[in-house]
T-cell receptor, first 114, second 113 residues
């Protein structure tokens, strides 16, 4: 994926289960983002992080949590509190000097509920 | 509210024709407008972006125009090819309480050979 890797490609969640989606980048980007994509909808921001050990809620953060312990990694946990988790999740990164510009996306994780 | 309206939701053209996708935005302070292309099953990729201090930008067969007064911007693809078939998303920066990028809902472009 040219520098940003998401895993797994497909993930299934059982009722009441927390699941974690991985996102790793080697682009030396400071900013990282998580977006949710539903069919026929635009991308909606879940969380973003501009620097290590700091992150901010996006428009639809409820039921999700993140961590940013390393510059290269920004994992997303979908908690049991997220009642409608089925969606395509995209991780992205960008240089720090202009937030949200020149986003470079991973190939995504499709999350489904069993 | 902060939103970006994108039209049409689907667009079908013949190979060689032009395609135009239009977006309108609500925040007069918006100053950055990117376009992303997402082929089936793949990640979105930035194809062109424009800032509010210019009215038009071109890159080979792709161009974006911006009308700040009317708060709308458009993607123009000339001499379309089957490999242009994809979903195209526009987006606009919004200032509000904190800076964000708001995406349109996408346009599925089909180029028929």
């Amino acid at each position: 994926d040219g520098g940003i890797t998401q895993s797994p490609k497909y993930l299934f969640r059982k009722e009441g289960q927390n699941v974690t989606l991985s996102c790793e980048q080697n682009l030396n980007h400071d900013a990282m983002y998580w977006y949710r994509q539903d069919p026929g909808q635009g991308l909606r921001l879940i969380y973003y992080s501009q620097i290590v050990n700091d992150f901010q809620k996006g428009d639809i953060a409820e039921g999700y949590s993140v961590s940013r312990e390393k510059k290269e990694s920004f994992p997303l946990t979908v908690t049991s509190a997220q009642k409608n988790p089925t969606a395509f999740y995209l991780c992205a990164s960008s240089p720090a000097d202009r937030l949200y510009e020149k986003l470079f996306f991973g190939s995504g994780t499709q999350l489904s509920v069993l | 509210g902060e939103n970006v309206e994108q039209h049409p939701s689907t667009l079908s053209v013949q190979e060689g024709d032009s395609a135009v996708i239009k977006c309108t935005y609500s925040d007069s302070a918006s100053n950055y407008f990117p376009w992303y292309k997402q082929e089936l099953g793949k990640r979105p990729q930035l194809i062109i972006d424009i800032r509010s201090n210019v009215g038009e930008k071109k890159d080979q067969r792709i161009a974006v125009t911006l009308n700040k007064t009317a708060k709308h911007f458009s993607l123009h693809i000339t001499e379309t090819q089957p490999e242009d078939s994809a979903v195209y998303f526009c987006a606009a920066s919004m200032q509000g309480g904190s800076e964000k990028l708001v995406f349109g809902k996408g346009t599925k472009l089909t180029v028929n050979p």
